[in-house]
């Protein structure tokens, strides 16, 4: 099961540099200072920091596991939870869970999330006892 860890680190390393090229394309298409039509400072610092943050994370799972392993369950999980606080406050007439359900972007981060809570353990394992590749 030891030789599982790498792998479950790659694929969760892929969809957060597939997350990080998502928002330099949306940046790189707005402009930084794009307000992602009308949201607060805050939701759109947050989004924009994604941009650096996943990519940050992707290589952390790489080369430092140990803070990249949890730092990816904190990222996701963040994400989700603020977009579903988002899609809940601007949904109206009981419609968040349509919106939710019809969005390919929302499902995907709820599917990333899931897929990294089911695959904690096994990413975690080897991660214990021993540097991928060590920093002098």
């Known amino acids: 099961?030891?030789?599982?860890?790498?792998?479950?680190?790659?694929?969760?390393?892929?969809?957060?540099?597939?997350?990080?090229?998502?928002?330099?394309?949306?940046?790189?298409?707005?402009?930084?200072?794009w307000d992602y039509h009308g949201a607060s400072l805050a939701s759109a610092v947050y989004w924009s920091s994604l941009t650096i943050i996943d990519p940050l994370v992707a290589a952390l799972l790489l080369i430092?596991?140990?803070?990249?392993?949890?730092?990816?369950?904190?990222?996701?999980?963040?994400?989700?939870?603020?977009?579903?606080?988002?899609?809940?406050?601007?949904?109206?007439?009981?419609?968040?869970?349509?919106?939710?359900?019809?969005?390919?972007?929302?499902?995907?981060q709820i599917g990333f999330l899931l897929f990294v809570i089911a695959t904690w353990r096994i990413a975690w394992r080897d991660v214990r006892r021993v540097n991928v590749l060590p920093i002098h």
């Open 64 to 108: 430092r596991p140990r803070i990249g392993v949890p730092a990816t369950l904190a990222v996701i999980t963040t994400n989700v939870v603020h977009n579903l606080a988002l899609t809940a406050t601007n949904t109206r007439d009981g419609a968040f869970l349509v919106y939710v359900f019809s969005s390919p972007q929302l499902m995907s």
């Open 1 to 33: 099961m030891e030789r599982w860890s790498p792998i479950i680190r790659s694929i969760w390393a892929a969809c957060l540099l597939l997350a990080g090229l998502n928002h330099a394309r949306i940046l790189f298409q707005h402009g930084l200072f």
